[in-house]
T-cell receptor
Framework: GIQVEQSPPDLILQEGANSTLRCNFS?????LQWFHQNPWGQLINLFY???GTKQNGRLSATTVATERYSLLYISSSQTTDSGVYFC?????????????FGEGTQLTVNP | SAVISQKPSRDICQRGTSLTIQCQVD?????MFWYRQQPGQSLTLIAT?????????ESGFVIDKFPISRPNLTFSTLTVSNMSPEDSSIYLC??????????????FGEGSRLTVL
């Protein structure tokens, strides 16, 4: 099946710093999403972005489908940005339309 | 989007017992997905629950351990049977938000955090 790799696995920032999280995938995809899992375990949808660029406040994401990667940018980070960021994809060849998750990036933003 | 409610939100269970998790969606959907997240790990798909047919299980998950019901288009249950401490996880229900299409967003319930002693 499709492989999803996220980097870095862990990231520690000072409040106000910017960061870039990366997601590489092994095959063509027809769906790519970014999620934020807060410390209480809730998964929050950030972006649905199988291609192109989107922005939502301090967060933006870019997917270059032909090169099989996606980037999540966090600007002016805040302590509430802490948690785990997951990239998840549905491969074009995937049967059953299931979403495959990467291992996540654990982000800690210190005050 | 889709509004998904799960019950219980958390529970502490004894080894050897079984627990049933409920998932209610605010709209009719063809497929419902059950994921497991073990402590410190990513999400892994357990099975896909289709209304009117048996659930489809992923490799490493079996019906005897994780029986699933799907009585209608808005509701599903997942039972974790004969629990052991290794079953301590967050269990999440999810559905596609755009007319059930995988080219849209997948939405998740709040999760059910199980601790097995």
């Amino acid at each position: 099946g499709i492989q999803v790799e996220q980097s870095p696995p862990d990231l520690i920032l000072q409040e106000g710093a910017n960061s870039t999280l990366r997601c590489n995938f092994s095959d063509s995809v027809n769906n790519l999403q970014w999620f934020h899992q807060n410390p209480w375990g809730q998964l929050i949808n950030l972006f649905y972005i199988p291609s192109g660029t989107k922005q939502n406040g301090r967060l933006s994401a870019t997917t270059v489908a032909t090169e099989r990667y996606s980037l999540l940018y966090i600007s002016s980070s805040q302590t509430t940005d802490s948690g785990v960021y997951f990239c998840a994809v549905v491969g074009e060849e995937t049967s059953g339309s299931r979403l495959t998750f990467g291992e996540g990036t654990q982000l800690t933003v210190n005050p | 989007s889709a509004v998904i409610s799960q019950k219980p939100s958390r529970d502490i269970c004894q080894r050897g017992t079984s627990l049933t998790i409920q998932c209610q969606v605010d709209s009719q959907v063809t497929m419902m997905f059950w994921y497991r997240q073990q402590p410190g790990q990513s999400l892994t798909l357990i099975a896909t629950a289709n209304q009117g047919s048996e659930a489809t299980y992923e490799s490493g998950f079996v019906i005897d351990k994780f029986p699933i019901s799907r009585p209608n288009l808005t509701f599903s249950t997942l039972t974790v049977s004969n629990m052991s401490p290794e079953d301590s996880s967050i269990y999440l229900c999810s559905v596609w938000g755009t007319e059930g299409k995988s080219t849209g967003e997948l939405f998740f319930g709040e999760g059910s955090r199980l601790t097995v002693l």
